[in-house]
Antibody, heavy 115, light 107 residues
Framework: EVQLQQSGAELVKPGASVKLSCKTSGYTFSNYYMSWLKQMPGQNIEWIGNIYGGNGGTGYNQKFKGKATLTVDKSSSTAYMDLSSLTSEDSAVYFC????????WGQGTLVTVSS | DIQMTQSPSVLSASVGDRVTLNCKASQNINKYLNWYQQKLGEAPKLLIYNTNNLQTGIPSRFSGSGSGTDYTLTISSLQPEDVATYFCFQHNSWPFTFGSGTKLEIK
């Protein structure tokens, strides 16, 4: 069974950075892309970018370049997303999801940016 | 960026009704169109991929169709558990983009 387990909720101060994780099981991590997505409360879902589990190759939505950095650790089948220079506009739920079809999703991580 | 426009934004229907949700792309997306169901407080769930392929484990009352810029999701017989927001998603061109959703309610 494919499972994506995301890290817990984060409360961070404006200007700080945060690193979110997405630990996977039930499939061959290195054979698939992992996408990251942002959903603000009651709003649309935005595609941030994706990363290939095999070689760490990335593709980003231009809107999130400089904001999000995607990495992987093949040894632990875990994907990571660093979010930098956080503002209130970054307060949202962030999801990881597998492949181009976004077939399987993590449960989401709530990031709250507040002083 | 490709804009995805969903209609209606809210749909109210009765149990057993056939319902159709629409998604229009601002340009041809070559059938790279997926549909997701999101219930309150949950992650989205893939229903249909590449226009008309039913994801494993999804009830057969869900179906998709379309081509070019126009796509539809049909629920053949609405069930109470189908109350959710439905999003379309194009993965033809970067950046991939979602529609703003159709909220489906039971009358």
């Amino acid at each position: 069974e494919v499972q994506l387990q995301q890290s817990g909720a984060e409360l961070v101060k404006p200007g700080a950075s945060v690193k979110l994780s997405c630990k996977t099981s039930g499939y061959t991590f290195s054979n698939y892309y992992m996408s990251w997505l942002k959903q603000m409360p009651g709003q649309n879902i935005e595609w941030i970018g994706n990363i290939y589990g095999g070689n760490g190759g990335t593709g980003y939505n231009q809107k999130f370049k400089g904001k999000a950095t995607l990495t992987v650790d093949k040894s632990s089948s875990t994907a990571y997303m660093d979010l930098s220079s956080l503002t209130s506009e970054d307060s949202a739920v962030y999801f990881c999801a597998t492949g181009p079809t976004l077939a399987y999703w993590g449960q989401g991580t709530l990031v709250t940016v507040s002083s | 960026d490709i804009q995805m426009t969903q209609s209606p934004s809210v749909l109210s229907a009765s149990v057993g009704d056939r319902v159709t949700l629409n998604c229009k792309a601002s340009q041809n997306i070559n059938k790279y169109l997926n549909w997701y169901q999101q219930k309150l407080g949950e992650a989205p769930k893939l229903l249909i991929y590449n226009t008309n392929n039913l994801q494993t484990g999804i009830p057969s009352r869900f179906s998709g169709s379309g081509s070019g810029t126009d796509y539809t999701l049909t629920i053949s017989s609405l069930q109470p558990e189908d109350v959710a927001t439905y999003f379309c998603f194009q993965h033809n061109s970067w950046p991939f983009t979602f529609g703003s959703g159709t909220k489906l309610e039971i009358k």
